[in-house]
Antibody, heavy 121, light 112 residues
């Protein structure tokens, strides 16, 4: 059974940093692109970026809205996905999801349950 | 960025009623490889979004066949043929043809 479990959320001050983690299980982690998506309360989701699979060299792509502040990485030995977020702003407050992207077509077939990030002083 | 405009924003339906949701794109979603990467997701209250339909009209495994998708280029439709109570929530269209990937604003389906 495919499972994605995010952790690491909570309260952070404006200007601070936070790292989110996503533990993956139930599938061959290195075969898949992995994504981060966020959703402010009551709003639509926003795609943040992905890290490609082994066949595509684990390279990354980002939404310009967060490029330069957010970094996606993965530990393939531990089946872990990470999102490093720096210089956080109030508008970064949201529920953050990791999601698996299907191998041959670009859609998210599995999502984690999400982790909440609050940015406030 | 590609803007996806969903209508209506809210949809009231009775159980058994058939409904449609529209998603219009600011650019053609036909990819250079010939596919159109327009997907539909449902987010039930308190849950993560889940995939219903991918590439316009392909039903994700396990999704009931009362859901169907159609459209091309810039105009897409999700139809539910006979709403059931478990279908209530917010529906999102999402495009993956152009970077960055973007989502529509959502359509909330509620009981009349």
């Amino acid at each position: 059974e495919v499972k994605l479990l995010e952790s690491g959320g909570g309260l952070v001050q404006p200007g601070g940093s936070m790292r989110l983690s996503c533990a993956a299980s139930g599938f061959t982690f290195t075969d898949f692109y992995m994504n981060w998506i966020r959703q402010p309360a009551g709003k639509a989701p926003e795609w943040l970026g992905f890290i490609r699979n082994k066949a595509n060299g684990y390279t990354t792509e980002y939404n310009p809205s967060v490029k330069g502040r957010f970094t996606i990485s993965r530990d393939n030995t531990q089946n872990m996905l990470y999102l490093q977020m720096n210089t956080l702003r109030a508008e970064d407050a949201a529920t953050y999801y990791c999601a698996r992207m299907y191998t041959t077509d670009p859609y998210f077939d599995y999502w984690g349950q999400g982790v909440m990030v609050t940015v406030s002083s | 960025d590609v803007v996806l405009t969903q209508t209506p924003p809210t949809l009231s339906a009775t159980i058994g009623q058939s409904v449609s949701i529209s998603c219009r794109s600011s650019q053609s979603l036909l990819d250079s490889d010939g596919d159109t990467y327009l997907n539909w997701l449902l987010q039930r209250p308190g849950q993560s979004p889940q995939l219903l339909i991918y590439s316009v009209s392909n039903l994700e495994s396990g999704v009931p066949n009362r859901f169907s998708g159609s459209g091309s280029e810039t105009d897409f439709t999700l139809k539910i043929s006979g709403v059931e109570a478990e279908d209530l929530g917010v529906y999102y269209c999402m495009q993956a043809t152009h970077a960055p990937l973007t989502f529509g604003g959502g359509t909330k389906l509620e009981l009349k």
